[in-house]
């Protein structure tokens, strides 16, 4: 991060100095991790259910921080004591923010395929200039001023990206980086729970637009309709991408490879190009043409475009991961999310691997989270796509997921193409004993429903 005075620190977080003189320089990195504490440093002390920083504080000193960030005094270390170290992290972020007028901050938000349209963005713009990316998911109130905080003089392109489980979350992250360029990827179901209605996450997903700076650029999904009635929200350029026709930037003749890895026809303009994305599943091809429109904002050139998604590969892990097994078992890992929309596209996923390899699929499948009243129709109506789509063995893992597996019998399952299980151990022991060479198994849950340790451990092992 660029230097600062920890004076300068406490006039914005409005904190007090113990332990520090004003002229104390903050130049090293900010961490809510004492691990991670280094010389330099700032150490923000987060409370937190099970552990408090407060407590890790004397080790982050002994690391060679210069203050920590506190609700309190801590004898033996230099602290700035603020009412919420989270609130003051975030006015830290944008006092920063604020210090590098030439900074780009490109802001994305959606309802799924966040963290991989953020990781493609990022491939595609650092040919243009030094960028700073999210590492894995840190789109929430703390993880995006982090992120933030470690642009430099030197950091042409902020990639942010923004959750939102209530009315207002988005618009708090975007006044921290005023973006240049939002982006709207989708407004589908996930954190439907919290926000009662699509139209309602569709008006907090919105904020982002509303947030775009003076001659930004407002990046909106064609094939959905509430993002792109979103065009009304700004009075800023705005740029779409999709397969509509209308579509800026946009796809045709998609179709799926062997591997099912989407293969189309980039269209810019007057520019056409083919695209073989080296990513699993239909559903990356409009996270690639939303990467494709913020590299075109920030002036890329069609070629310049193509080649980089051409040569794009996976970064962030769990999402749509394929392993293959010494023994033959290909594991497709995508445990990381789920939502009903993301859940659709990697079942289509698995079947097209399955349909071009004549192997057996399985689909394991744990409780897709948030979802409110809808869960138990929105779980019932994916076990009917499992049939429906002819997946040959369904496993559904955990009570929260039970719908899955009562709405696969109700469409027709029967004997044990479909099987319920309580836990992972279960589900584990299941798969031991019935996987054999060839078979092709994804596994797709919510991060909370740690379907990702089943994943690991099948990856990790071969059929006896």
């Known amino acids: 991060m660029i230097p600062v005075s920890c004076g300068e620190i406490a006039d914005a977080v409005n904190g007090e100095l113990v332990g520090v003189t004003p002229s104390a320089v903050v130049?090293?990195?900010?961490?809510?991790?004492?691990?991670?504490?280094?010389p330099g440093g700032l150490f923000v002390?987060?409370?937190?259910?099970n552990v408090d920083g407060h407590d890790y504080v004397g080790t982050a000193t002994a690391a060679g921080v210069t203050a920590a960030l506190t609700t309190r005094p801590v004898e033996g270390s230099p602290c700035i004591v603020v009412a919420d170290p989270q609130a003051a992290l975030g006015a830290l972020a944008r006092l920063l923010v604020s210090r590098l007028p030439d900074l780009t901050v490109i802001a994305l938000t959606g309802s799924s395929g966040k963290t991989s349209t953020k990781d493609l963005i990022g491939q595609l713009i650092r040919s243009h200039g030094e960028t700073v990316v999210p590492e894995g998911s840190f789109n929430n109130e703390i993880g995006h001023p982090l992120t933030a905080l470690q642009a430099t003089e030197r950091t042409k392109y902020l990639v942010a990206e923004m959750g939102a489980r209530h009315q207002g979350d988005i618009a708090y992250l975007a006044g921290i980086t005023p973006p240049k360029i939002g982006l709207?990827?989708?407004?589908?179901?996930?954190?439907?729970?919290?926000?009662?209605?699509?139209?309602?996450?569709?008006?907090?997903k919105g904020e982002l637009i509303e947030a775009v700076t003076a001659g930004g650029t407002a990046v909106l999904n064609a094939d959905d309709h509430r993002v792109a009635a979103m065009r009304s929200r700004t009075p800023e350029r705005v740029l779409t991408f999709g397969e509509a026709p209308e579509a800026d930037i946009r796809a045709e003749g998609v179709k799926l490879d062997a591997e099912g890895q989407p293969a189309f026809t980039l269209r810019i303009g007057d520019f056409s190009g083919d695209i073989q994305l080296q990513f699993i599943g239909e559903h990356y091809v409009s996270n690639a043409l939303a990467a494709a429109a913020v590299g075109s904002a920030v002036g890329m050139t069609p070629e310049q475009l193509a080649d980089g998604l051409n040569a794009a590969t996976r970064v962030s892990a769990a999402r749509m991961e394929l392993t293959e097994r010494a023994d033959g078992v290909t594991i497709i890992n995508d445990a990381f999310n789920a939502n009903p929309d993301s859940t659709r596209a990697a079942l289509k996923a698995l079947v097209a691997i399955g349909r071009s390899r004549g192997a057996r699929t399985w689909a394991v499948l744990g409780e897709m989270l948030e979802l409110g009243d809808a869960s138990a129709d929105e779980h019932d109506a994916i076990g009917r796509l499992v049939v429906r789509l002819d997946v040959n063995r369904l496993l559904v893992v955990g009570p929260g997921a039970k719908p899955i597996h009562l709405g696969a019998s109700l469409e027709g399952s029967w004997g044990n193409e479909s099987a319920y299980v309580d836990s992972i151990p279960e589900a584990l022991e299941l798969l031991r004993s019935e996987l054999h060479a060839g078979d092709v198994v994804l596994v797709k849950s919510s991060k909370g429903s740690k379907l990702r340790s089943l994943a690991d451990a099948l990856i990790g092992e071969d059929v006896q």
Do not use: C, K, W, Y
Not at 45 to 49: T, V
Not at 194 to 201: R, V
């Open 27 to 38: 130049d090293g990195a900010v961490v809510i991790d004492s691990r991670a504490a280094g």
């Open 45 to 49: 002390a987060l409370p937190g259910e």
């Open 184 to 204: 709207v990827l989708n407004v589908g179901t996930s954190h439907i729970g919290e926000f009662g209605t699509q139209d309602n996450i569709a008006v907090a």
